[in-house]
Structures are given as C-alpha cells and as structure tokens.
C-alpha cells in the first residue's frame, strides 16, 4: 500500500518562496511516477508538476514554468516542489499523488488527475499579503 504525506504549506507573501515535501512509503520512488497537484476552492484540481520514476525527467504546467521546481530524494523516500514567486493565484491545497505508469511523455497524462491512484491528504498554501 502505497501513503504519501505533504508537509511544507503556509501563509507566505506574493514574491516569497516555499518548499513542499511529499515522504512516500519505501520504494515508491522506484516504481511510481509522483505528480503536485493543486485545487483552489470552487475549482477543479489541477496537476502542476510530475517527477518520473523510471529516469527523474520532470513536466511543468505552463502556469509553474520556471518558477517552480520538483525534485526527489529517493534514499529519503520524498519528492520535494521548491515554489518561487509565488503569486496569490498559487493559492490552493497542494496534493502529491502516485501513479503506476513509471514514464510520462507529454504533460496531457503527467498532469491528469485520474491518471494517479493513491493521494496525500494535502497541504494548505495561502500567498497573500
């Protein structure tokens, strides 16, 4: 059974910076694909951003491009989102999630919700001065 949980969400200022954390249960890194996932209240959820398993290659919404970026630790179990320039349109609670396809080409399956089979229970970010 695969537990994912993220850490890292706060109350931060527009231009500021956070780091989220995702510590997954032992070996997932080897085997899933871990997407950032995000959703705003009366929105739909969006998929930010994916690490996949089988060579570390990422994929970035256009929204997040070169202000955010994913990384993993794989002797740590966890996969990290370092956000940068944060915008109040950041604002949301952030998921992490896992899915069984180890490589994702395009972002249209990276970032698709019902691609991904187990989730976190979510951090609250808040950009607001």
């Known amino acids: 059974q695969v537990q994912l949980v993220e850490s890292g969400g706060g109350l931060v200022q527009p231009g500021g910076s956070l780091r989220l954390s995702c510590a997954a249960s032992?070996?997932?890194?080897?085997?899933?694909?871990i997407g950032w996932f995000r959703q705003a209240p009366g929105k739909e959820r969006e998929g930010v951003s994916c690490i996949n398993s089988s060579d570390g290659s990422t994929i970035y919404a256009d929204s997040v491009k070169g202000r955010f970026t994913i990384s993993r630790d794989n002797a740590k179990n966890t996969v990290y989102l370092q956000m940068n320039s944060l915008k109040p349109e950041d604002t949301a609670v952030y998921y992490c999630?896992?899915?069984?396809?180890?490589?994702?080409?395009?972002?249209?399956?990276?970032?698709?919700?019902?691609?991904?089979?187990?989730w976190g229970q979510g951090t609250q970010v808040t950009v607001s001065s």
């Open positions: 032992a070996s997932t890194l080897d085997y899933y694909a």
């Open positions: 999630a896992a899915s069984g396809s180890t490589y994702f080409r395009s972002s249209a399956y990276a970032l698709a919700p019902r691609l991904y089979d187990y």
